[in-house]
C-alpha cells in the first residue's frame, strides 16, 4: 500500500535529528549557510508523484483525418483527482518493472507507464530501468486521462532522477508519439488550448478561478475512446467556434451551460443512453452552473459546486456511482502537479 498525502511527500517531513539541530543552527547563521536538513523517507534514487488527470472544459472536432485520428480544438485542463505512483532507479535490473493497486490493469509493455520508460530511454540514450508503484484512483474508460497523466508523470520522474537532461519541452514533444493527451500535462499553467489530434499544446492561463468547485460524476461503464470516435456523426456537430468559446469561458471566469459543448457527447449518450439522461438529471438538478462531458466519457462534470445532489445519493440505480470532488490545478515552474487540498482523498 502506497502513503498519500503529506506522508507520501516524504521529502517535506523531517527527521528528529534535523528538527533538534537545525533551528539553533540557522538562527546563528542565517545569513551566511543554509542549513542542511536530514529527510526521514529520502533516497537520492527514488521519487514519489502525485499522478493528476484532466478535463476537457470544451471540445469541438475539427475534422476526420486520414490515419483514423481527428483534428481537435479543446481547452483541455488539469485536475486533483490523481493517483500515487512511486519511482525507484534500478541500475542491475534488465527490465523495468510496474506494480499497480488496481489488479485488472496490465502491467506490461501495453501500460503506458512501461511505453513512457521506453519512449525516455530511447530519446535520452539512457540504459537505465525502473521499479514503479502505481496506486490508482481515477477509474479508467472515464475520459480524465489517467492513463495519460500516469505516463507524463513518468517522464517527468525519469527525467528528474536522471538529473533532468531533457527539458520541459522535448517531454511535451516526445511524448505525442505514444498517446494523444499525454502533452498536455507539460503545460506549464496546467491550462491548454490544444489542437492536431491533442498534442499540439498552446499553454493559456487558467481561464477559470482553480477554486472553483466541481463534481465528477461516472456510472460503472465506461466507454472506449476509439469507438466513441468511430460513431460520431460528423453533421451532428456543434457549430461554434472553438477560439469563440475560450474567449466566453475566459470573460465569464466560469463555464456556462452555453459554452460546455463537447461533440463526442451525442455519440457517447447514443452508445449509452443512460449517460444522457444523468447529465439531464444533473442539470435538472439546478445545483451546477454547467453539466457537461470530459473527452470521450463517461465522466459528467458538474461545474460550480461539489455537493452531492440527494437523488445520487437516494436513488438506487445510482448506488455504483463513482462520484468525486475536484478542483482544477496548477504547478510550480519545473516543479510538477499536487493535490489541490481543497477537498479530502478517501485513501
Ligand atoms: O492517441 P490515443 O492512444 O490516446 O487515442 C486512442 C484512440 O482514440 C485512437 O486510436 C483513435 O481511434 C482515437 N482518437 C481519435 N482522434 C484523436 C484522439 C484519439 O480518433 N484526436
Known sequence: ???????????????????????????????????????????????????????????????????????????????????????????????????????????????????????????????????????????????????????????????????????????????????SDISVFFSNTGAAYCTGRGEVVEDVPPPVPLDTPMLLVKPPVGLATPKIFKSLDLDRRSSADPRGLLDTIAAAKGVDQAAAVNDLEQPAFDNLPELAALKQRLIESGQFRSVFMTGSGSTIVCFGSDAVPAFLREEPQYKDLFISPTRLITRKPNGWYEHSGMWKEQL
Not at 44 to 56: E, G, M, R, T
Not at 82 to 98: I, S, V, W
Open 1 to 179: 500500500m502506497l502513503q498519500s498525502g503529506a506522508a507520501q511527500r516524504g521529502v517535506s517531513r523531517t527527521s528528529s535529528l534535523a528538527r533538534k539541530v537545525a533551528p539553533a543552527r540557522i538562527a546563528g547563521a542565517r545569513r551566511r549557510t543554509s542549513a542542511v536538513v536530514v529527510h526521514a523517507n529520502y533516497k537520492p534514487n527514488a521519487v514519489q508523484l502525485f499522478s493528476p488527470s484532466k478535463i476537457n472544459l470544451f471540445l469541438r472536432v475539427v475534422r476526420r483525418r486520414e490515419d483514423g485520428y481527428h483534428d481537435l480544438a479543446s481547452l483541455f485542463h488539469v485536475i486533483d483527482l490523481g493517483d500515487y505512483m512511486e519511482f525507484e532507479t534500478t541500475p542491475h535490473a534488465l527490465q523495468d518493472t510496474l506494480e499497480c493497486s488496481d489488479p485488472t490493469i496490465p502491467t506490461d509493455e501495453s501500460n503506458l507507464v512501461i511505453k513512457a520508460l521506453n519512449l525516455y530511454r530511447r530519446k535520452t540514450l539512457q540504459t537505465m530501468y525502473y521499479k514503479v508503484k502505481l496506486h490508482k484512483r481515477v477509474p479508467h474508460g472515464a475520459g480524465l486521462g489517467g492513463g495519460s497523466g500516469n505516463a507524463a508523470t513518468t517522464l517527468f520522474a525519469a527525467n528528474k532522477l536522471m538529473g533532468g537532461i531533457a527539458s520541459n519541452e522535448d517531454l511535451l514533444e516526445w511524448s505525442g508519439e505514444i498517446g
